[in-house]
């Protein structure tokens, strides 16, 4: 049974909330707290799956409360539920929160999250490596793409579409600009999986306020790993979207396809930033051993980087096809379909630009009646590589 913390410093909200998630109490163990301390005090007394938070309360706000979440139970999945519509309290939140909804938030909306969340807790059955992932607050961007990006953004004409471009080349700020505009507090209809469309929505101003936020809780250091490039993992990441969005003619599909295949990899960063000592680890038996990277950290760490990124990238509130897509990547064959897909296409355009044997990569394609359609994507992989 899963054990929810809710926290609001309204009694009147609370009971509310209590009501309409009356039908849960047989699958959920909930429990309704008027202050951060005595959410803290609960998590300390026994264990928790997930804390919903309100940010606006006396004492201790929801975004100081998460903060002291995220530092003390990593393992605790992070929910702002909070009517407080300010941008600046919002990216306050942007390295402890992993969802935020908006007040009035309907019951079935609240169950849908919280279930997605604790649903996401299966891709991962090692508890080290669960605290790991879910105590990323943000991962590394490259400093170089950094530094181009601030200078970009403090041009008074700058083009949304130019500063997209930055953006796209860069998986952690990528992941962590759709995470933002995918939030309630933007309230959507629909939900963007395009880099583009949510730098668009979002504005040069806030993208700027978001990098600086990101910025300041982690400094853009490079990552100090022996034979680990950060850029080369940006370079292949942006040709595999590249190539994965080539392979669908209607826009939405492409634009899901490119960003599922940025976003492909980044597990590796999580594995070389809060998992560094089992990514060498990895690294090495898969040389010694003369397997795939994605088999060594299996036998390493029991899960692979696949299955990280799409953990997190699920906690942040992605949809779920480009979460899926990036989950099963290397086990395509694992989601049970019979359509060419983002997962099959992500799976294709990894492998080309990995230098994979075509006809393997013919032979996976054959079953969608795609195989023909190889030798033109692999032309396409071999012009992406030689212009980036």
């Not at 390295?95 to 999250?113: F, G, M």
């Not at 560094?276 to 950290?297: C, D, G």
Request: charged residues 25%.
């Amino acid at each position: 049974m899963k054990r929810i913390v809710f926290v609001d410093d309204e009694p009147m909200i609370l009971q509310g909330l209590e009501n309409s998630l009356r039908a849960q109490r047989k699958l959920w163990k909930m429990s309704f707290v008027t202050s951060g301390e005595e959410a803290l005090a609960l998590l300390a007394a026994e264990p928790v799956d997930v804390v919903v938070t309100d940010m606006r309360m006396p004492r201790m706000d929801g975004a100081t409360l998460l903060k002291h979440v995220h530092e003390r139970f990593p393992k605790v999945v992070r929910i702002v539920l909070s009517g407080h519509a300010e941008l600046e309290a919002t990216l306050r939140t942007i390295s402890v929160a992993h969802q935020y909804l908006s007040k009035p938030c309907d019951a079935a909306t609240i169950r849908e999250v919280v279930e997605r969340a604790c649903a996401l807790q299966t891709l991962l059955d090692n508890d080290v490596v669960r605290a790991a992932v879910n105590a990323v607050d943000s991962l590394p961007s490259s400093p170089r793409v950094y530094l181009e990006l601030t200078r970009l953004l403090a041009a008074p004409d700058v083009g949304i579409k130019d500063v997209a471009k930055v953006l796209e080349r860069d998986i952690a700020l990528s992941a962590k600009l759709l995470q933002l505009v995918n939030s309630a507090f933007f309230g959507l209809r629909q939900r963007a999986t395009s880099v583009e469309r949510a730098a668009a929505y979002l504005g040069a101003s806030t993208i700027q306020r978001l990098v600086l936020s990101i910025e300041a809780t982690q400094g853009f250091g490079a990552i100090s790993v022996p034979g680990f490039s950060m850029d080369d993992l940006q370079s292949k990441a942006l040709r595999v979207g590249k190539l994965a969005s080539s392979m669908f003619e209607r826009r939405a599909d492409a634009e899901d396809a490119f960003t599922a295949g940025i976003l492909h990899d980044l597990g590796s960063l999580i594995l070389a930033t809060k998992l560094m000592p089992a990514f060498v680890e990895s690294r090495r038996v898969a040389k010694e051993s003369e397997i795939a990277t994605v088999e060594a950290e299996r036998r390493v760490l029991g899960v692979t980087h696949a299955e990280l990124g799409a953990y997190l990238l699920g906690l942040w509130g992605l949809p779920y096809p480009i979460v899926e897509a990036v989950a099963f990547h290397h086990m395509p064959d694992h989601v049970e379909h019979t359509t060419f897909g983002l997962v099959d296409a992500v799976h294709i355009a990894s492998s080309l630009v990995d230098g994979s044997d075509v006809e393997v990569v013919a032979g996976y394609a054959k079953r969608f009646g795609l195989a023909a359609k190889v030798a033109t994507w692999q032309a396409l992989a071999e012009q992406l590589e030689s212009a980036a």
